[in-house]
């Protein structure tokens, strides 16, 4: 067994600045192969940074239908080795008969969510339609999106890594989880909220990203109502969300956003389309 993998390097390097170098250490976030096993049997290998990895296996596991609740795993171990890390989930006996006979194996590279899948099918499966009556204002959006940044520390150490975190009105940012990959981030994000049995329908998930479909599906089968994000989505991801009822907010910097899918849930006014 070797030693766990530490988040961050600190890498040598030279800066060069109007023709004038100089040596700087710089922390740079760590990609490990994570590998998630179920009955003993490898499901996938990801690459992600080795952090917060027992709400990885978690809500991995529940975004890609594995498991239904957290009670659904009986142990959960993680063992490092000289090649990255091995999350070892034991299922209940009754789920663990079910897994063995539809077990796949697929391998994603870094920020990619849909690597591996084995059929266009598994890709382009339906959400659970969300139907929470949960309501936030603008302000309340902006707000969200403030507090996120003083919760990324490795954000704030490295520069390179995607954020996740999830915001209620009463208590503001529940949980933030950060990785090099923008779905392993929402992934820990789910799992962290799962075992803190926190309810996903009153709030709403802030990310660091664009949004692409399978963050959307995510957060449909997470039940969370809203998704905010800085950057713009794509169109699929548009589509996926009006159909699965998710208020999808994008490109939201300062006081500025815009609402794509399910507005009623933001309580702003009619909206001006002047010129």
């Not at 976030?29 to 709400?55: K, N, R």
Request: charge should be negative; glycine fraction near 8%; aromatic fraction near 6%.
């Amino acid at each position: 067994m070797s030693d766990f993998p530490k988040p961050t390097f600190a890498a040598q390097g030279t800066a060069v600045s109007h023709g004038a170098a100089r040596a700087i250490t710089r922390a740079l976030p760590e990609e490990t192969a994570i590998a998630f096993t179920y009955q003993g049997t490898t499901h996938a290998v990801m690459m992600a940074t080795p952090s917060d990895l027992s709400d990885f296996a978690i809500g991995f596991a529940l975004t890609e239908g594995v498991i239904h609740s957290r009670d659904d795993i009986e142990s959960l171990d993680i063992v490092s080795n000289d090649v990255g890390v091995e999350v070892r989930c034991w299922l209940r006996s009754d789920l663990g008969a079910g897994y063995a006979q539809r077990r796949r194996s697929m391998a994603g590279p870094t920020g990619c969510g849909l690597c591996g899948i084995e059929s266009l099918e598994d890709a382009m499966r339906a959400a659970p339609h969300v139907t929470s009556d949960f309501t936030v204002t603008p302000a309340q959006i902006v707000a969200a999106m403030d507090a996120l940044p003083a919760s990324q520390s490795l954000f704030a150490e490295t520069r390179a890594v995607h954020g996740a975190a999830f915001w209620t009105p009463d208590a503001g940012l529940i949980a933030t989880r950060e990785d090099v990959g923008r779905h392993n981030a929402l992934d820990k994000l789910v799992g962290a909220l799962a075992q803190g049995n926190h309810d996903a329908a009153r709030g709403l998930v802030v990310m660091t990203s664009r949004i692409s479909v399978e963050l959307v599906q995510k957060v449909a089968r997470l039940g969370a109502p809203i998704l905010v994000a800085i950057s713009a989505p794509t169109a699929l991801a548009v589509r996926t969300a009006e159909t699965s009822g998710v208020t999808l907010v994008a490109l939201a910097r300062g006081q500025d956003f815009q609402i794509y899918t399910h507005a009623q849930r933001v309580l702003t006014g009619e909206p001006s389309h002047g010129a």
